[in-house]
């Protein structure tokens, strides 16, 4: 048995570094923004006026520090 | 004792606000300033009350209930809205603890009178004076000879006492979603102010405290919301 043709180590990689990062980026950003979403529409206790009054329906007469 | 015609003419007229109307403050000093969360609530406060009890609102309300949905600091918020009431009213201003002492003790404002059953005392008398003109009623002055609790046989009998004796009542209420007494005192009085407290109170809590009232034909007023952070830095938020 013989090698028809003996390996060689590539000059290049398959894939260029910079999109490797350019889809790590993307990726991360999504998910980041995704859960960041996620975790705002699930909270149960509301943070703002605008909420309350989305929510409740009723007039924020003051919001306090 | 100063009517309730007296409060607006004064109020239309401006005498009222002697001395409270802050100056017009130009661009330049604003930036100047650094945001302070102290003076922002209360120029906060002071809205509230001039939406609430001074003309402007489509019903002026002179008995508000305030209470939380599941808990929080309500007394701090009554004390604050009184002492803002009276200082620009004429008129007196009662605190009253219908479910808990809230507003200091006796260390503050004097010993509370002691109730014998079968002697009637007014309001007036076992009230203690704060300060100027805005007055707390201790919940066994209140509450009288109905220690077991609110109840609708005895309760419009009092506030319509508490409307004789004081100009305006802010009342201190159990928190409503626990309690049914918030919704009766809401029913009684000229309505009801929620307060909820930011990145606490929950959602579904809240919103089925507001049907309850809608349910009771309490008059919901409004909400403030307590303990609100503010994540954005300060230079930002200034410039926003």
Redo the contacts between chains.
């Keep these: 048995m013989t090698v028809a043709e003996q390996p060689r180590t590539p000059a290049l990689p398959a894939q260029a570094v910079w999109v490797f990062a350019v889809a790590g980026v993307f990726l991360g950003g999504t998910f980041s923004t995704g859960l960041a979403f996620a975790a705002d529409y699930l909270n149960p206790e509301f943070r703002t006026p605008d909420e309350v009054l989305a929510f409740l329906g009723t007039p924020v007469l003051a919001s306090l520090p | 004792m100063s009517t309730r015609p007296d409060l607006l003419e004064q109020a239309l007229a401006g005498d009222i606000f002697e001395g409270e109307i802050p100056e017009p403050q130009t661009a330049i000093s604003r930036e100047a300033e650094p945001w302070d969360?102290e003076r922002?609530?209360q120029e906060?406060?002071r809205?509230?009350v001039r939406?609430?009890f001074l003309p402007g609102w489509p019903k002026p309300a002179r008995q508000v209930v305030f209470c939380a949905v599941e808990d929080g600091d309500v007394a701090e918020?009554c004390l604050r809205v009184g002492q803002s009431l009276a200082s620009q009213i004429p008129g007196t201003v009662a605190l009253v603890e219908t479910h808990l002492p809230a507003f200091g003790g006796e260390e503050e404002y004097g010993p509370t009178p002691v109730f014998r059953p079968g002697t009637f005392s007014p309001l007036r008398e076992a009230a203690r004076r704060v300060s100027g003109h805005l007055w707390r009623v201790p919940r066994e002055a209140f509450l009288g000879e109905n220690e077991s609790g609110l109840s609708a046989e005895w309760l419009p009998g009092r506030l319509r006492e508490l409307r004789l004796e004081f100009d305006y009542t802010i009342l201190h209420g159990p928190p409503a979603a626990l309690c049914g007494d918030a919704a009766l005192l809401g029913y009684l009085s000229d309505g009801v102010?929620?307060v909820?407290?930011?990145?606490?109170?929950?959602?579904?809590a809240?919103?089925r405290t507001?049907q309850l009232m809608q349910a009771t034909n309490a008059r919901?007023?409004?909400?403030?919301?307590?303990?609100?952070?503010?994540p954005i830095p300060e230079g930002i938020y200034r410039r926003l």
């Design positions: 969360p922002f609530g906060q406060i809205s509230l939406q609430i918020i102010i929620l909820l407290e930011a990145n606490s109170t929950r959602r579904a809240a919103q507001v919901l007023l409004g909400s403030v919301l307590n303990r609100r952070r503010f």
